[in-house]
């Protein structure tokens, strides 16, 4: 009876360490799991933040084009018509170009759809990331919104005399399009708009960057 029990007490203690072992080792490997998975969704993230910094970039490069451009029409509008072709094909080209912004969000719909942000478990990061994304789409509400707002105004500077002067791309003759009085408006309007820097500020992605690459080291 007593080697009965002294034999059961062992095999119970066996199968309970047996158990203990195998969810130590799982737990470990969950744990191994869970940290792989959340580096490599903040690569995605700083990858993708990283493109988002280049295309404002390209953005803000645009919009001083864009004011450089209007300038020049508006400096030459008395001898336009003796400017190079080339440079008035150019520079209408940027004032009337089609122009859309967005900025990728792809990494942080992931991050929001899986529990990686529960296993970051760092509340900063967390915010930093959320507040750069937050960034991206106010720069590309802005952009857009000055965009629809600049061709509103083009817009209205289209008549019977200016139809057939407006197209964009640059296939306008911006030489007789400024001598209307709405035209001439329309592009002085591009001069007098705010600096690009006002809200094009970068700073919130590249602070997630700096967090994220802090966290990943």
Not at 82 to 96: E, R
Not at 153 to 171: P, S
Not at 174 to 192: M, N, P, Q, V
Not at 204 to 210: G, V, W, Y
Request: proline share 1%.
């Amino acid at each position: 009876m007593k080697a009965s029990l002294k034999s059961f007490l062992t095999n119970l203690l066996s199968v309970v360490l047996g158990i203990f072992i195998t969810f130590t080792i799982q737990g470990m490997i969950d744990r191994s799991s869970d940290r792989k998975s959340v580096r490599s969704s903040l690569e995605l993230v700083r990858s993708e933040l990283a493109r988002n910094i280049e295309d404002v970039s390209e953005m803000q490069k645009y919009l001083y084009d864009e004011v450089k451009s209007a300038e020049y029409i508006i400096d030459h509008k008395d001898s336009i018509r003796y400017c190079p072709s080339d440079s008035l094909y150019y520079h209408s080209g940027i004032i009337f170009a089609e122009v859309s912004a967005s900025l990728s969000h792809d990494a942080l719909e992931l991050l929001k759809m899986s529990s990686i942000f529960q296993k970051i478990g760092n509340k900063d990061l967390s915010m930093k990331i959320i507040r750069a994304y937050d960034t991206c789409g106010a720069i590309v509400e802005y952009m857009n919104r000055h965009v629809s707002a600049r061709d509103a105004h083009f817009e209205k500077a289209i008549d019977k005399e200016t139809v057939g002067l407006y197209a964009r791309g640059g296939a306008l003759d911006i030489k007789d399009f400024i001598k209307t009085d709405y035209g001439r408006y329309a592009i002085e309007w591009l001069t007098s708009q705010p600096d690009p820097k006002s809200f094009t500020d970068i700073s919130d992605l590249e602070d997630a960057i700096s967090a994220i690459d802090s966290y990943l080291d």
